[in-house]
Nanobody, 119 residues
């Protein structure tokens, strides 16, 4: 499965961005992770294959929304009320084999897209 993220960039604190992740196939749950310099990759959000269930980390709950369009084979991460601590490379992933929050459980990854929030 090939994943390609887009939509990253530079935004001021309090602003919004929408990330997209296009997949070569959409038969699995999709997840979003992020990694800041010097830190481990951390779970951000996930959505089941049908889109019926979504999951979020406590740090983004209420500010980020994950969705998907299975006709377009694309998942989205709408990010609002961005904070400086949201600055990171954001990755999408698919084909989870274990707990969604575990980066090691996901088999396929995109190359990542940089999100920088200026304060």
């Amino acid at each position: 499965v090939i994943l390609t993220e887009s939509g990253g960039g530079l935004v001021q604190a309090g602003g919004s961005l929408r990330l997209s992740c296009r997949a070569s196939e959409n038969n699995y749950a999709m997840g979003w992770f992020r990694q800041a310099p010097g830190k481990e990759r951390e779970f951000v959000a996930a959505i089941t294959q049908s889109g019926a269930y979504t999951y979020y980390s406590d740090s983004v709950k209420g500010r980020f929304t994950v969705s998907r369009d299975n006709v377009k084979n694309t998942a989205y991460l709408q990010m609002s009320v961005l904070k400086a601590e949201d600055t990171a490379v954001y990755y999408c992933a698919t084909y989870p084999t274990g707990r969604y929050i575990d980066a090691g459980a996901w088999l396929y990854w995109g190359p990542g897209t940089q999100v920088t929030v200026s304060s």
